[in-house]
């Protein structure tokens, strides 16, 4: 058996000993019942103290340089937009309700727009400005980057990475593998953190966006016309939300098979 196989089953076996098996939401009227492997020593409140952390470095640079935007009639709607979205989450993770849920508003050219760990958001006024977003194409990319948040995507894989990380050491010590692979373990484990979401996660995250903003009254066929205006925009300079949510036709088809199944939540939301 090559070292490179052996390195891959002890990486499998490390990963799977040290990880637990869970479904961090609901599956909704979409159906999303993946499980998941996370690494049982990675807890979810780790990696949103860790996140929040961040988030709050971005938002104070972003306040120092004098571009939070707080008050601005734009600030206004996309809080508000922020807010109807967040009422449903529970319906997918009931926990939600108790996160420490942030929405800031940041004025830059920066096609962007980010939810992380614990329900932390961001928003840049160049995705709304730009792709002239209508509140319901906003309430897409929010409910999108939302649902990101609620399927802990980022501690996912985190998790993958971390097993990477046990490999990569297990293997040096057992077989004496040379640095050139250990360092490539290394890049590995990096790109595993650093790399767009999978396609999985990406289609999870299409869906049950979909869902949320339908139950919050936002017509979901805006999530069709979002990704139009997002390919058009990827023409030329591929916006920074490109590159962490890389386009497909397979993604807007998947998305057209889903609608009908929250169309109806959407009207029941409209009535009330």
């Avoid at 609901?26 to 988030?55: C, H, I, P, T, W």
């Avoid at 929010?142 to 990569?168: D, F, T, V």
């Avoid at 767009?196 to 049950?208: F, G, H, K, Q």
């Avoid at 916006?239 to 998305?255: A, C, D, I, K, Q």
Wanted: contains cysteine; aromatic residues 6%; neutral net charge.
């Amino acid at each position: 058996m090559s070292k490179r196989v052996v390195l891959c089953v002890l990486g499998a076996s490390l990963l799977l000993s040290g990880c637990q098996s869970v479904n961090t939401t609901n599956g909704g009227a979409v159906g999303v019942e993946r499980k998941q492997y996370m690494f049982s020593m990675l807890s979810s409140d780790e990696v949103n103290q860790m996140y929040a952390q961040s988030y709050q470095k971005t938002v104070g640079e972003a306040s120092n340089k004098g571009v939070l935007d707080k008050n601005s009639s734009e600030a206004k709607r996309v809080q508000a937009i922020a807010n109807r979205l967040i009422a449903q989450a529970p319906v997918f993770r009931p926990d939600s309700a108790q996160w420490q849920w942030e929405v800031n508003l940041i004025k830059s050219d920066e096609l962007n727009a980010n939810c992380g760990p614990g329900g932390k958001i961001i928003f840049y006024t160049g995705l709304i400005d730009s792709l002239k977003l209508t509140d319901d194409e906003i309430a897409a990319v929010m409910g999108h980057e939302i649902a990101h948040a609620l399927r802990e995507h980022g501690r996912e894989a985190m998790s993958k990475a971390y097993g990477i990380e046990m490999a990569k050491q297990g293997a040096g010590a057992l077989l004496g593998l040379g640095q050139d692979t250990l360092a490539l373990a290394d890049t590995v484990a990096n790109y595993g953190m650093t790399l767009p979401n999978s396609r999985a996660n990406e289609n999870e995250a299409d869906l049950i966006g979909l869902e949320l903003a339908a139950r919050a009254g936002y017509n979901p066929n805006a999530a069709i016309t979002l990704w139009d205006k997002m390919n058009k925009a990827s023409e030329g300079s591929p916006p920074e939300f490109m590159s962490t949510h890389p386009s497909s036709s397979s993604r807007v088809e998947s998305l057209k098979a889903a609608i009908p199944k929250v169309m109806p939540l959407y009207l029941q939301a409209k009535k009330s």
